[in-house]
Each structure stands twice: as C-alpha cells, then as structure tokens.
C-alpha cells in the first residue's frame, strides 16, 4: 500500500507564526485587512484540524501516512 502522502505540520505552524507575529503587526485592528487575516488563521487553523482528522483515519485503517517537506522528494514511481 502506498503512502498517503500530507504536508508535515510544521508547515502550518510557519504559516500561522509568520501571520500572527508579523503580519499581524503590519494591520490596524479593526480593519478589513485584519478581519481578512483574522480569516485566513482560522482557515489554517482548520485545514491543520480537518488533515488530522484524516491522519486519525488512515490510521485507524492501517494507511501509512508520508509527510512531505517539500514537492522535490522522489517517489516512489521516480525511482522506477
């Protein structure tokens, strides 16, 4: 069985410290710009929740998960 592959998490995590700690600074409260970043953190934090929901499924499926670092890894097919 094929890996399924899923980005690591510590992809989320560099997206929502990099939005919370410095865009967050560059927009005034209350503004539209800060309720559109408001929104996108949510979002990630959200996709961030619904991947491992899916890793919690494959798992209890017994689908081994591949996390991926980048879109430069060979797979398995590269390497055939």
Not at 47 to 61: F, Y
């Amino acid at each position: 069985m094929q890996p399924v592959p899923l980005p690591s998490h510590i992809h989320y995590e560099l997206l929502l410290q990099l939005l919370e700690r410095e865009t967050a600074r560059s927009v005034d409260r209350g503004t539209e710009e800060h309720r559109q970043l408001q929104e996108l953190v949510a979002t990630l934090r959200r996709g961030l929740a619904i991947q491992k929901q899916l890793e919690a499924t494959c798992d209890r499926k017994h689908m081994p998960i591949e996390y991926r670092w980048s879109l430069n890894q060979p797979t398995q097919s590269d390497s055939h």
